[in-house]
Every structure is written in C-alpha cells, then in structure tokens.
C-alpha cells in the first residue's frame, strides 16, 4: 500500500477582528470633540503619548487616564474596532511607519505653491482616512437596498446639495428613478410620503443639520430605508440610518467641511454607483450608452 502524504496542518490565519487598521489616530481626532469626559480624556492621552500606550494593558491606560477598563474598551469601540488588542496592533503600526502627508493648516504667509501643495495633500489624506473607515458590507448593503427600491430620493443641504445632485445625475445616467430634494421644505413634505419602497439617502458631513436630520427621521418613521453619507464622528443623523457609509476628514482654519468632505462623498458615492452598475452590468451598460447618445445631441 503506497505510503499517505503526511497531514498538513492549514496555516492559522491572524483574526479579522484583531488585525490593524490604517489612520487610528486620525479617526480618534475626528472623533475627539463628541467624545464624553473619560473617553476624551483616553483620547488625548493616546495622542499626546502613542508610542507609550502601544506597551500599556487596558488597566494601565485606565489608571493613566483616570478612566475604568470599561471606558477603555468603550473608546476603541468607538473607534470602530473590535477592542484593546486591535487598538494597539492598529497604534503600533501607525506609529512605526513613515507618515505620509501630514495635516497642514493654511498660513498667511503661504505663497501658491505651499496653497496648492497643502491642498492637494489634504484631499489625499481625506480619500486614505475615508478608505480606513467605508465599510465594503455597508456598500453591498447600501447596492441591494437601492436596487430593490422603485424610488431612490436624495436630501442635501448646504454644501451637501451640489453632492446630491451629482448623486442623482450619476443614478439617472445608470436609468434609476431617482431624485433630488435640496429644499429643506420639500424635503420634510417628500419625506413624510416616503414607504417601504422608497430608499432616501441622506448627505451630510456633520450630521447634526437640523433640516436633514428631521427629513431624515420623517423618511425613516414613514418606512423608508434610510442611508446616509456622514463623517466618522459620532451624530444624531446616525439613530435614523438604516445603512451608514462614513467618510473620515478633518477641518482646520482654512479646510472646513465644504472642501476636503466633498472629494471624500463623491468618492464614497462613486463607488456606491459603480456599485450598483456592477449589480446589472449588460443594463446599465445599455443605458448609459443611450444617455450618452441622447447627450451626444447636444455637443457640436
């Protein structure tokens, strides 16, 4: 009888909810200012002595914070990972590899090449900081829930409207019945007569705009599936989402939410679309292709 290959044991794979994350300490400090007083003050310690808290036990970090064990864990849950393990591999590795771009605030006495450079490394941070916390489950969910839906309606206030707009055009080229609502008025009236078959999709990067956030709860409250477009940060818009697609962008002096978060949503929102386009490739294909010819009307 030949002799059997000798059993193989399968490499053990590192956990999921224990490996690193990218940006951990740039999702702490958009978190920061929503943080209650003994996760803020975790928060700051962490910043202010990361490579320290790398070698800390959950006790030690408590004690060092004047925190419990448990507000410890609170806080890395918050963070969105799985708990202390998983903070420090995430702060570990963070900390031992080169920064990239580094959050630069405006000057006076900046001349164009600093303006643009700045810029431009700001927009690139907010796009990595973004893909460290978009949750690709989110995507799928946010694909099946609007492709199910026989009406897609799209609220946006502010600097948040141009967003929805561009949100809509990009549903309309793929042939979704979808629209727009950037009125604050229409948008509570459009909401109240939401239902189950209607997706809303909310954009807002603070998440706390009171027209919003009230059209958004009308929708939820009338049966529509609720999706929304947020920053990281902690919000009241999140109790009515039903789906959560989070952008991660910091604001200085000069960088408030209208600039870097707007490139941060268009790309959440690019992919989203792509998405759904993906979902029924041969139809959206062909409707594309028709609102390119219909659009092709209208070049010279």
Known sequence: MADRPPRTTPPVNKRADTAPVDNVLSRIRVRQASLGPSTRSIAN????????????SVTELAEATGASDGSVINFCRQLGLSGFQQFKLSLAQETVRPVQFIHEDLQPTDDTAA???????????????????????????AVKAIKGAERIEIYGIGSSAPIAEDA??????????????????????????????????????????????????????????????????????????????????RETKFRTEAMTSRIAQLCVLDALVAGIALDDYEQSVSVLQKTFNVLSLKRF
């Open 45 to 56: 310690f962490v910043l202010e002595h990361p490579g320290q808290v790398v070698g800390m």
């Open 115 to 141: 303006v643009c450079r700045k810029m431009f490394h700001a927009g690139i941070q907010a796009l990595r900081d973004t893909l460290s916390v978009l949750d690709p489950d989110a995507v799928s969910a």
């Open 168 to 249: 809509q055009y990009r549903m309309l080229r793929i042939g979704l019945n979808v629209k727009v609502v950037t009125d604050s008025h229409i948008q509570a009236i459009s909401a109240s007569l939401t239902g189950p078959k209607v997706v809303v999709l909310t954009i807002s990067h603070s998440g706390a705009t009171h027209e919003t956030l009230a059209s958004t709860r009308l929708a939820k409250e009338a049966g529509a599936t609720t999706i929304v477009v947020t920053n990281f940060a902690n919000s009241p818009l999140q109790a009515f989402a039903d789906i959560k697609l989070f952008t991660m962008s």
